[in-house]
């Protein structure tokens, strides 16, 4: 019966850990788990990261990566990384032609399946970014927050969230703010459990809600506000104007 009690003590052992983690989950273990889910990127997929990287190099070009500003916890702006998902095709002035036209099929297959997030892996190491936690907008979105929406800053923003499993750009900009403050009302390792699980079905099974209907890629959130006539087109321009002074800051 040794192997019996061998047995009991190790299942005791994962059940008192466990029991350790949920009352100390947010404070500690969620950014130890965060460390090992982006070394287990790099140290298991990294024959699958260097296909991809070989492939966006093949059909998109140089650089591979797609680098761009956006604000995280507290509105601390960082610089997050993805693989490239469109082309540089500009028209006959050199200006780059719009987003739908620069999206190519295997762009759209990239973003399907998430695989242009990868190097997110590279923010989550760095601590800019959370495995789970609400989806980093851009600079141009943060500006038209109130401050009620601030409060999903308070937490760092993640890989995937509560509002992309629950439908993610195919949901109005309200229901995405509403899942983001209901998941940093009470966050817990077993809500992340199941978030990273239903991100993986919505990835490589579900694969919809990518953008907004009609839209190549989703709308901006002062687009949003300005066309339902939420805000006036100066207090627009003013927002849009401060975006562009946080940037220029942010790159000095």
Excluded: H
């Excluded at 006959?92 to 719009?98: K, R, S, T, V």
């Excluded at 620069?102 to 997030?117: C, N, P, Q, V, Y």
């Excluded at 401050?147 to 760092?156: F, G």
């Excluded at 989703?218 to 506000?225: C, F, K, R, S």
């Amino acid at each position: 019966m040794e192997w019996y009690w061998i047995l009991t003590i190790v299942l005791g052992s994962i059940a008192l850990l466990l029991l350790i983690m949920s009352f100390f989950y947010y404070p500690f273990f969620k950014r130890v788990c965060d460390i090992i889910c982006a070394l287990a990127v790099f140290i298991f997929l990294w024959p699958l990261y260097l296909v991809m990287a070989i492939l966006v190099k093949t059909k998109l070009g140089s650089p591979i990566y797609f680098k761009q500003v956006r604000p995280g916890k507290d509105g601390k702006l960082f610089t997050m990384y993805k693989f490239r998902s469109m082309s540089d095709k500009k028209d006959e002035n050199g200006n780059l032609l719009p987003d739908g036209e620069r999206l190519t099929k295997f762009g759209k297959w990239l973003r399907k399946t998430s695989l242009d997030e990868m190097p997110e892996a590279i923010n989550i190491l760095k601590g800019d970014m959370s495995v789970i936690g609400p989806r980093p907008f851009l600079v141009k979105d943060y500006v038209f927050f109130d401050e009620v929406t601030m409060k999903r800053q308070s937490v760092k923003p993640g890989l995937s969230g509560l509002a992309q499993v629950n439908g993610r750009n195919g949901i109005s900009w309200e229901d995405k703010f509403k899942y983001d403050l209901q998941y940093i009302g009470k966050i817990s390792f077993w809500k992340d459990l199941k978030i990273v699980f239903k991100s993986i079905f919505e990835s490589f099974v579900k694969k919809d809600n990518i953008n907004r209907e009609g839209y190549a890629t989703d709308e901006d959130y002062g687009d949003y506000l300005l066309r339902t006539d939420k805000i006036s087109k100066q207090e627009y321009e003013s927002k849009i104007s401060n975006a562009e002074e946080l940037l220029v800051s942010y790159g000095k």
